[in-house]
């Protein structure tokens, strides 16, 4: 989206190099990332980033609203609701579209969103390694809002485990070790400290639960 650095990075980029990065984010979990690693970065100019970040902060505000739930309360049946729910998702991930609006100028189009951190560890290891084969121009990054990795994983942290000992937090999943992006299941024991587990392995007794 910003011709000179994609002109710029196309200029250095190399099959080698692309496959140097791969065989690297592979060996981590060797066997664990079941999908296509994107080739390249995409360079954001800064008021398409000011538009997908302000696209967000309206529906986080709808969200976070404390009359959302009363506003929405038949749109889930009373059968399939879940009880003592918090009053709204820790996480949300947007699915934008980058689409050229009438004045020809890009725009995005929210696609769908998720009330859960897909790849959201994931994404820490991503530019890790990236960035070794790859240099990032001056004053871009991965991360938004003035993050970093160390604040990102630490603010990872305190939503995740707050006060509680990372031994009592885990991930919960059917079969996570089958799933298809059981990569970030991994990269979520590795930066948070938590333990990814299979709903059959949970053991009843009482009103505790064990793994």
């Keep these: ?4 650095l994609r002109n710029a990075f196309n200029a250095h980029f ?11 984010l592979h060996n981590v979990h060797i066997g664990q ?19 997908m970040l302000s696209a967000c902060e309206s529906i986080v505000d709808i969200i ?10 038949n749109a889930i049946p009373e059968n399939v609701k879940v009880p003592n729910e918090n009053s709204h998702s820790h996480f949300i991930a947007f699915d934008f579209g980058i689409c050229v609006n009438e004045d020809g100028e890009y725009e995005p189009q929210l696609i769908e969103m ?9 994404e820490v290891l991503i530019p890790e390694i990236s960035e070794k084969h790859f ?3 001056a ?9 970093n990795k160390e604040s990102y994983i630490q603010l990872l942290k305190e939503i995740i485990i707050g006060n509680q000992d990372p031994e009592n937090v885990i991930l919960l999943e059917i079969f996570p070790k089958k799933q298809k992006t059981r990569i970030d299941f991994y990269c979520t024991e590795d930066y948070i400290g938590i333990k990814m587990v299979c709903l059959t392995e949970l053991i009843k007794e009482g009103k505790k639960i064990y793994y």
């Design 14 to 24: 190399t099959k080698e190099k692309y496959e140097a990065f791969l065989h690297e």
């Design 64 to 73: 976070a609203d404390p009359d959302f739930k009363k506003l929405t309360k």
């Design 33 to 51: 990332i079941d999908f296509r690693v994107a080739e390249t970065p995409v360079f954001i100019p800064k008021d398409f980033k000011e538009k």
């Design 114 to 122: 998720q009330g859960f951190p897909t790849l959201f560890a994931f």
């Design 135 to 137: 240099p990032v121009p």
């Design 1 to 4: 989206m910003i011709p000179a």
């Design 139 to 147: 004053d871009f990054s991965s991360y938004l809002g003035g993050y």
